[in-house]
């Protein structure tokens, strides 16, 4: 059958340059090939087939050219239309990951400016004791509640039973470390007497539990 010829459906029946352009997107599609290697055909094709005659035949490649040079230029356009499609992909997927980032980070900062009072006390035992990471009862509801609004995140696997409840250490996660302040947290800068009984008495039942455990077994004698 001659190229270009119709076929008794009445359809144009594909040339065999477009049949031989099918079969070798299909067989690199097949194979399923990284990037790297892609590009590792679509280069030394494209050199091949954009290089002048008097190059070629330094190298004593004019001769497997001039036979070769179709399937090569569909190998170079094929090749090189891969890496196209992977790259309009990858930044597509970029842009993406950075949109959805930035909207995760502004649904979290909106989540720590709405804090309620007694999540607010929860985050001042970290100011409270002076440390990044704090040891917190996971399974009370005010810090599963700061867990699930991805305020603070547990940053180890060992767990203690105490009176307070078990207990993980946990941190203020960094996106928001920032917005947490002692002024936020209504911890004034140069407490009183008064202030500090005050910050005291709110702290939660749980934790002078867990203070009381801690002094009672990992106290240093």
């Given at each position: ?129 002076g440390q990044s990471t704090v040891k917190l009862p996971m399974d009370q ?41 002692p002024e936020m947290l209504g911890l004034p800068a140069n407490p009183t ?29």
């Open positions: 059958m001659l190229e270009g010829e119709i076929t008794m459906q009445g359809k144009l029946a594909p040339s065999s340059r477009e049949m031989s352009m099918t079969w070798i997107s299909d067989v690199l599609s097949a194979l399923k090939l990284p990037p790297k290697v892609v590009a590792g055909i679509a280069i030394p094709s494209g050199v091949l087939v954009l290089a002048r005659d008097s190059w070629l035949a330094q190298f004593g490649l004019d001769a497997f050219m001039f036979f070769a040079r179709p399937y090569v230029s569909l190998v170079f356009i094929v090749a090189s239309s891969i890496l196209l499609v992977e790259s309009l992909v990858y930044a597509r997927n970029c842009a993406s990951a950075k949109l959805k980032h930035r909207r995760s980070l502004a649904k979290l900062n909106e989540r720590a400016d709405a804090l309620d009072p007694a999540e607010l006390i929860v985050l001042r035992e970290f100011f409270i004791q509801p005010v810090v599963a509640g700061l867990i699930q609004k991805g305020i603070i995140q547990q940053v180890g696997q060992l767990g203690e039973r105490t009176g307070g409840g078990m207990t993980f250490p946990f941190r203020i996660r960094d996106e928001v470390v920032h917005k947490i302040t007497d008064q202030d500090r009984k005050r910050i005291v008495s709110e702290r939660p039942q749980y934790m002078m539990s867990i203070q009381r455990h801690d002094e009672l077994f990992h106290s240093r004698w």
